[in-house]
Nanobody
Framework: QVQLVESGGGLVQPGGSLRLSCAASGRTFSMHAMAWFRQVPGKEREFVAAISRTGGSTYSTDSVKGRFTISRDNAKNTVYLLMNSLKPEDTAVYYC???????????????WGQGIQVTVSS
């Protein structure tokens, strides 16, 4: 069983930065690939980025490449999403998720955080 809690969201101006954190409980954090998804009202949950169990491989959707960086610290049971050059279209509720392999499909992840709001607006 893995419990996930996101933090670090909020309101930021366009061009600004935020770092999301997702703290995991339990002893199996390093056995899970981790990912970030986001969702806006009326739309499906969208893949943002994923990272392998060791952190050696990362993946991200094209719209955030070069701006967002996913990383993890297995000693701290935490995964991060550093978001730079934020745009209004990045506004969404961001969710972290844990699964067996880093994939882009939300159905492949068995554990989810409660979500945290990120708003990019002037």
């Amino acid at each position: 069983q893995v419990q996930l809690v996101e933090s670090g969201g909020g309101l930021v101006q366009p061009g600004g930065s935020l770092r999301l954190s997702c703290a995991a409980s339990g002893r199996t954090f390093s056995m899970h690939a981790m990912a970030w998804f986001r969702q806006v009202p009326g739309k499906e949950r969208e893949f943002v980025a994923a990272i392998s169990r060791t952190g050696g491989s990362t993946y991200s959707t094209d719209s955030v490449k070069g701006r967002f960086t996913i990383s993890r610290d297995n000693a701290k049971n935490t995964v991060y999403l550093l978001m730079n050059s934020l745009k209004p279209e990045d506004t969404a509720v961001y969710y972290c998720a844990a699964g067996l392999y880093p994939q882009t499909t939300p159905q492949r992840y068995g554990y989810w955080g409660q979500g945290i709001q990120v708003t990019v607006s002037s």
